[in-house]
Structures are given as C-alpha cells and as structure tokens.
C-alpha cells in the first residue's frame, strides 16, 4: 500500500510563509524517483484545485496562475519526499493541501494522480 504523508500545515498571518512536506513510502512506491508528485488544495465549499506539480526528474515544475511567483515545489527523491514552499500567503490560500503522485509524468488535473495524502490544514489569518 502506498502511503504519502502530510506535514507542515498550520496557521499564520498574511505575507507569512509555510513549508509543507510529503513523504512517500510502502507499496509500489519503491522507486519515487519513478513517479511525479503535486500538490492540491480545497478550501471549505469548492472543489479540488490544482497548486503545482513536478516531473519525475524534477526538470519541470507547474504552477497554478493563482500561486505562481509565490510558491516553490521541489523534491528531494533520496528522501522520499516532496516540498511545497508557501511565501507571501494570502486569507485565499486557506485550504487543506493534499500532494497525491503518479508514474513519470507531472500533470495539473487531479483525476490523473493515483495516489493521494491525507491532507494537512493552513489556514492564513488576515
């Protein structure tokens, strides 16, 4: 079973920055280097949307406009792990923030993803 976890989320004001992590473990996941990795958010009421992601070789990143300029998304495959770098967080980023992977290719649709986080909270105060 493949198993990412969520860290990094809380609360803090606007212009405040964040660092959330997910760590990929278990199952088919044997080889993360293997897989793309992104990160969603859904904020209370709407629907899943799309913040960034990053190939399997980590040679292209995607950012969603809304976030573009203000967040990073990097990994680090000899830990398994992926990062989204939050700067200059705004109220409308309030959301909880799931990362989900998917074999190779990087994608900004959430249906492409096969494996999914639990999701951690960051709530940004005004």
């Known amino acids: 079973q493949v198993l990412l976890v969520e860290s990094g989320g809380g609360l803090v004001q606007a212009g405040g920055s964040l660092r959330l992590s997910c760590a990929a473990s278990?199952?088919?996941?044997?080889?993360?280097?293997?897989?793309?990795m992104g990160w969603f958010r859904q904020a209370p009421g709407k629907g899943r949307e799309f913040v960034a992601s990053?190939?399997?070789?980590?040679?292209?990143?995607f950012y969603a406009d809304s976030v573009k300029g203000r967040c990073t998304i990097s990994r680090d495959d000899a830990k398994s792990t992926a990062y989204l770098q939050m700067n200059s967080l705004k109220p409308e980023d309030t959301a909880i923030y799931y990362c989900?992977?998917?074999?190779?290719?990087?994608?900004?649709?959430?249906?492409?993803?096969?494996?999914w986080g639990q999701g951690t909270q960051v709530t940004v105060s005004s």
């Open positions: 989900a992977a998917r074999h190779f290719s990087a994608t900004m649709s959430a249906d492409d993803y096969n494996y």
């Open positions: 278990g199952g088919t996941f044997s080889t993360f280097s293997n897989y793309a």
């Open positions: 990053i190939t399997w070789s980590g040679g292209a990143m």
